[in-house]
């Protein structure tokens, strides 16, 4: 890999910590790929060969059964994923796919998993980000089974606007079928909890959310730390 991609990456957690020996020998066996949009990286249930770095791009992580799909996370530059398969050297729980044309760095599983053993350091890196990774999965199912569908719509929106910079005008950044998945939502079901949401100060305007009355937005929506943080997981994290 080049010396400018591996600069890219040392920034990054987990590896930021690292002693700089651990880190030039964990580069060494990795290598920096473009993936087009659409493109399948991994299907859950296969073993897990690498820990994938997104350096451009968006990558979604999935998961399907009998013929019903699921988004799980949506990341974005700087997040590691699927960092508990490779630690465990288990398969994937989860599978992935670029939803644009993508940059990724992997690193091969043994070769984290040797890291691990050798630098402490790294060692307590990775369960920083194990534990980041858990509480976001934590919040996320608090969230799919304390709050009605329109709350978490509610909820979602609001993270969305904190991220635009408080802004109360801001494109939506994914598919609504795609948001729809994540929240536990169907398409219907989302359509319906916009226009229910016009009553607590919100509307759509094409492909974009206007929030027009933001006091009202958030008493319907009731937001709390221990659910609406950061580490929700359409944030950089994808640990599972």
């Excluded at 989860?94 to 091969?108: D, G, H, Q, Y």
């Excluded at 009553?199 to 221990?226: C, F, M, Q, W």
Aim: net charge neutral; with cysteine.
């Amino acid at each position: 890999m080049k010396r400018e991609h591996i600069e890219q990456v040392r920034p990054w957690p987990p590896f930021a910590a690292m002693a700089p020996e651990s880190f030039e020998s964990l580069m060494r066996g990795a290598y920096l790929k473009t993936f087009p949009a659409g493109f399948e990286l991994f299907a859950e249930g296969e073993q897990a060969d690498f820990l994938h770095v997104l350096v451009d791009g968006r990558v979604e992580l999935h998961a399907s059964w009998r013929g019903r799909e699921t988004t799980m996370a949506i990341l974005t530059p700087g997040a590691s994923f699927v960092l508990a398969s490779t630690v465990r050297d288990a398969p994937y729980l989860k599978s992935a796919r670029t939803l644009e044309r993508s940059r990724i760095v992997m690193v091969p599983s043994e070769d984290v998993r040797s890291a691990i053993a050798t630098d402490p350091t790294f060692a307590v890196s990775m369960i920083d980000e194990l534990a980041r990774c858990y509480r976001a999965s934590i919040r996320h199912s608090k969230e799919i089974k304390l709050r009605t569908s329109t709350e978490r719509l509610a909820n979602w929106l609001l993270r969305q606007s904190r991220r635009a910079g408080n802004a109360d005008r801001f494109p939506l950044p994914l598919e609504k079928r795609r948001i729809a998945a994540y929240l536990g939502m169907t398409p219907e079901s989302l359509s319906r909890g916009l226009k229910a949401l016009a009553a607590h100060g919100v509307k759509v305007e094409g492909g974009e959310v206007v929030i027009e009355d933001r006091a009202r937005l958030e008493n319907y929506a009731s937001p709390t730390p221990l659910i609406d943080q950061p580490e929700d997981p359409v944030a950089p994290t994808g640990g599972g």
